[in-house]
C-alpha cells in the first residue's frame, strides 16, 4: 500500500509526516499554527479557523509527496457511532463538530481523525513496545499526561469518547496538588512535566530548569530533584495500580518527552505499582518504556489512514 | 425456552432459584456448604470436595424441576478463553480448574459457570436498574464489595479474569485502613458491611450493631452511625469517579444488603462522585439502586444457563 499523511496536532504545534506500510517516517515536517484565537465569538467561526489552519498546513505537504490519505491525532472527544468530534478541552466553541469530513471537503483527501492519546496507543501497539499485545494501555508523559487503551486489538473510548482520563486520576486525596483540570491531586499535577517544573519552584531555592534538566540534576543526587522525580515515579506506579485493578491489562507502555527519566522513574514506579496491586496480579504487570520516542502519535495516525484499528 | 436453575455460590452459602425466560424466580432454596476445609492437601482432593459438596446440593433440586442447564456464579476469576476457574481467593488450592465441565460430567447437565460479581451485572442489565445500557459497572455492596462491567453488552473480564477489582481501588493513600487483601485504604475497608461494623466497633463505645441497624441509628442521628456511614458513602462516590474517569460508563448501579441504606449512603457517594470527575462528565453519570434486591447474580446465572452474554 503507498504511503500516508500522519498528523499530530497539539495547541500550537502540528507535526506531519510520510509514513509508509512498515511504518516509517520517510518524511516529516514540524509547524506551528494557533488553533484557538481569543477573537473567536461563535463555534461557526472557530470551526472555519481551525479547518483553514489546518488546510494551509496540510495541503502543501499533501502535495509535495503525492499522498491521498490522512489519518490524524487530535486533542478531544471523538463519538464512536458518528465520528464527531464532540468536545476538545482547549477549543471549547467546537461542540459535535465533524471534523474529519469537513477536513475531507477542504483537502479533497480521505481523512480519518481519532483522540491524539488513543493514536499514540494504536501506534505503540502496532508498531512499538507493545507489538503484538492484544491488550496494552499506552500512557504519554509530556506537557500533560495522555492515555490510551486497547482492549482486545480494539481502541478502547468509551460511551462519550472520555474513556482513559488516566492522567486526571486522583492518587493523593489529601492536600492534593492542583491540577490543571481544576480538580486536585490527579496523575498529571506530579507526573508532567509542567508539574515537575513547578514542583521544582517551589521546593527548590534555584532557577526552574526544564524536565529533562531535572532528571540530569536527579541522577547527580541533587535532592530537590531526587525527591520531586521519586514521587512522580511512585504516583505513576500507584495511579497504573489502579488502571490495572478495574482493567487487568498487563502490558503498560510509556512514552513521550519525560519516559527519557525512565532510569529514574522506573524504580519507585514498579515499587509503588507492585505494592499497590492485588495480590494475585503481583508481578503480572510489565511496564515497558516506548521505543517509538515521540512518533508513537503520528504512527498511530498512520494506522487509521489506512482504515485500520478503530472499530 | 423451559426454566433454568441458578446457582449463587458464597464461601458457607448457596442458593438455589429456578428461573423462567422472563427472569422471574419460581423455586428458591438456600442451603448451608463448606467449600473450603482446612483439612485439604493437595488440589485433586480440594477440587473433589468441591464437585462433591456442589453436586449434592443441586442435585435434588435440580431433579425435583425437572431442569436440565444450570448457570453458576461462583467467586473466582474465570479465563475467558478457555473457561477454567484460574484461582479463587477462598479456595487457594483451586488453580485452573475446569469447575463447568467437572460439575456438568457430576450432574449430567449443561453448565455454565462466571465470576459472582459478573453474574451479577449481568443480571443486572438484562432484568434489573441497567436494563438497556450496553454499559454498565455493577457494584454489590455485601460482606465485601464485588463489581462487575458490561462494555457494549459484553461482559468484561480482563486478560485473567481479574478486572473489576472496584472493591480495592485504594481511596485513602495515607493511613489507609487495612483491607482484607492485605493493601490498605481499599474501597471494601470503608463501604462494605463488614468495614461499617469494624469501624463502629473502633469509633463507638457500645455494642456492635449489624450494618442495618447502623443505618437505622444513622437515620436516627447517633454520630457514630453518622460519621462512618456518611464515610462510607463518600469513598464510594470517590471511588466511582476513578471507575468512570478509565471506563466512561455513565451508568452505575449498586445492589447488595448495604444497599438498603441508599437514602443515607446516595447523598455523600453523589456529591464527591461530582466533586471528583473531570468537567465534561460531571452531571452525566446516573448511580442506581439495583431494583433486583439480592437477586441480581442468580438472575445473571439463569442467563448464562442459557447461553446468554459472555462472550
Redesign the interface.
Known sequence: MSNVLAADIGGTNIRLAIVDAEGLIVAETRLQAELSRHAEQSQATAETHVIKTLTEAIRPFAHEHGVDRLGMGFPG?FQRHNGLLA?S?NLPLLQNFALADRLADALGMNVRVENDALCAAIGEQKFGSGQGRA?LLHITLGTGVGSGLI?NNIP???????????G???????DGRLCG???YGCVEAYASATALMKRFQEICDCAVPDAKTIFEQAREGHSCAVTITNEAGMYLG?AI???V??????TITISGGLSGGWDILYPPLKRELD??L????KG?VEVLRSRLDDNAGLLGAAVIARGGSPA
Chains 1, 2 share one sequence.
Request: aromatic residues 6%; glycine residues 6%.
Open positions: 472527544f468536545s478541552p491488550n482492549l478502547y473510548s468509551g460511551e462519550h469518547g472520555m474513556a482513559m482520563e488516566f486526571h486520576l486522583c492518587i493523593e486525596h489529601h483540570c481544576g480538580n500507584m495500580a489502579e488502571a485493578k478495574l482493567l487487568d491489562v498487563t505494592n499497590n492485588i495480590s494475585p496480579q503480572r
